[in-house]
């Protein structure tokens, strides 16, 4: 059997978790130490991981030269950290989004390149059951072509959240709020369910909530893909409670309906097809509203013998960041 992967986690906050419970359950990967700039972070996961903590990521590296680190950072630390760990010869799992800024993500991708490294980012919901389903069926020609999709995400954040993590507040640090935070999965599934480049994109940003911060909390628009389909999307995070995200489809020969890991493949001809995420979520011991696939992606990213899995991720993130950037140009005036 080989080695295992000598794994770092840097960054100990709200996700840290979801990362540190799957590597060490992972029968390949041996978790060795975790990093945070505020101590009492760093050791609270440290003890939850029974491994060594830092509070700077760079004698980390140099101490421990892990073969692969997981970001879990304010957004516009990712790719800064993700090129440091890559020259220090550690393959990198970084956290959605791949950066705050498109330009930066690209730095990253140019790096694993240069250096060899895999690079993978996390956008675990594609691996929910029923985004399997449907992407099965889809690809397998069952619901026919692909006409429209839906994506609706009514979410709650207040002020207290922002207060949680300053970073959240600011285009500078996050690259936007509720497009690139909370409904980047949505995004993603919208686009990877499409598969086609965009062709155009039309939207409008806009700060409707009383919180003080700089990012956007609501977003609507459309996209429209050069297969043709054309992807509806209202993100917001001023409602009054979390509610189900919901992502629908239409296609020539069924209709899907998706509602927080609830599935149900409608087609035409009077067959229904129902797959739920829900069980397996509830079993994960992950907090529910992020799904229940991180251990599932992080097993993908280490079986993976010939880095074509990475590369996978990394270019699909980089699409979907592409995409967050052409929304936010759209909402001024710039379209692609
Ligand atoms: N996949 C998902 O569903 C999901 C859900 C939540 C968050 N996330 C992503 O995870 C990432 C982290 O989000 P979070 O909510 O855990 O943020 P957080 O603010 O709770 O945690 C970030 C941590 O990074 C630490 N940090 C900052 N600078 C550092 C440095 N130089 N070295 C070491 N540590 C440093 C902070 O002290 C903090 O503890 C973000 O990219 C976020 O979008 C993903």
Known sequence: MQNKYRVCVIGCGVIAPNHIKPLLENETTELVAVCDIIEERAK???EMGNCAYYTDYHKMLEEVKPDAVHLCLPHY?????????MRAGADVLCEKPMDASYEAALRMKEVAEETGKRLGVIFQNRYNAENQTI???LRSGDMGKLIALRGEVCWKRDQAYYNSGEWRSDYATAGGGVIINQAIHTLDLLR??????????RATVSHHGDTAAEVEDTAEGLITFENGARALFYFTINNFEDEAIRVT???EKARVESRAGDCCIRFLDGHDVNVSNMDHAKNSGAKACYGSSHAIQIDDFYHDPDGSRARWMMDEALKTQKLVDAILKASQGVHA
């Open 249 to 251: 489809l239409k296609c």
């Open 44 to 46: 609270a996961r440290a």
């Open 77 to 85: 630390l990712h790719s800064p950290v993700a090129i440091d760990c």
């Open 135 to 137: 992407l099965q069926s």
């Open 192 to 201: 990877y369910f499409a598969d086609s480049p965009v062709a155009d994109v």
